[in-house]
């Protein structure tokens, strides 16, 4: 899945995953930030998981269930001042 955010565009990211692995890449056209996480885990976590759903051990059950690699951007993200880019239905 790829994205772009609303008119006028702010940025455009990705997210992808294989077993065992899962990567976000975002970038912020008006800073020229470009932020990239891979993590060796597709195991999700979250209160939002499925019933079932395999999660990261001693699951903190906090936010939305999310892959290791979207929680971890997430963070980097808001340390650096800008939110990630949302997912825009027109550019998936």
């Not at 790829?2 to 565009?9: E, L, M, V």
């Not at 455009?12 to 060796?40: C, D, R």
């Not at 963070?75 to 825009?88: I, K, R």
Request: charged residues 10%.
């Amino acid at each position: 899945m790829a994205w772009a955010s609303p008119a006028p565009s702010t940025g455009y990211g990705h997210e992808g995953e294989l077993p065992g692995f899962n990567t976000v890449v975002q970038h912020h056209k008006p800073k020229a930030i470009t932020l990239v996480v891979m993590v060796n885990a597709d195991i999700v976590s979250g209160q939002t998981c499925a019933e079932g759903q395999p999660t990261v051990p001693g699951n903190p059950g906090v936010g939305p269930c999310q892959s290791a690699a979207s929680r971890i951007a997430e963070a980097l993200a808001g340390a650096l001042g800008q939110p990630m880019v949302e997912p825009n239905a027109a550019a998936e």
